[in-house]
């Protein structure tokens, strides 16, 4: 049984939200302190998804055996002089489901083949490798975020 991908509903968010954190406490593991991802609260998290999903925001679900494994969303670009109109603004899957088709279906339903860009983790090989295979490269931008205790991003455009 493959992935499916749907827009979230707001039942749906503690589910995102349990998503969100896993992946953060996995992929940043080596890039926040102990103590930032500790302090990850679910709860927080899926106050703000519902909130999102209550004023609109389209949120992308894939689903495996009837469970969340991972979610996307697109947004327009956040940011003045960008070099795209469309940004992935976030795409993260359960390290359970790494290397299923659930990263793929979900960016394929988020922005499909359309011109976007995106911020990615500069010390995040893994993610790059799957950006670069969809169309994407490092276009040389780079900026530190300050609220992700300075860590450092690198811009990623198609």
């Known amino acids: 049984m493959g992935t499916l991908v749907t827009e979230a509903t707001l039942e749906d968010a503690a589910a995102i939200a349990h998503v969100n954190v896993a992946s953060w406490r996995h992929?940043?593991?080596?890039?926040?302190?102990?103590?930032?991802?500790?302090?990850?609260?679910?709860?927080?998290?899926?106050d703000n998804y519902r909130r999102g999903l209550e004023r609109g925001r389209t949120i992308w679900v894939a689903r495996a055996e009837g469970q969340i494994v991972g979610f996307a969303i697109a947004v327009?670009?956040?940011?003045?002089?960008?070099?795209?109109?469309?940004?992935?603004?976030l795409i993260y899957v359960l390290p359970t489901h790494f290397g299923s088709d659930a990263g793929q279906a979900l960016l394929d339903a988020a922005i499909g083949a359309a011109?976007?860009?995106?911020?990615?983790?500069?010390?995040?090989?893994?993610?790059?490798s799957f950006y670069r295979r969809n169309g994407f490269s490092l276009d040389g931008a780079t900026k530190v975020e300050e609220r992700w205790e300075n860590m450092h991003v690198s811009r990623m455009v198609r």
């Open 27 to 46: 992929a940043y593991a080596h890039l926040l302190s102990a103590a930032f991802l500790a302090n990850l609260s679910e709860e927080s998290v899926a």
């Open 76 to 89: 327009a670009s956040r940011e003045e002089g960008s070099p795209r109109d469309l940004e992935l603004g």
């Open 115 to 128: 011109p976007c860009m995106l911020w990615v983790a500069s010390d995040n090989p893994r993610a790059q």
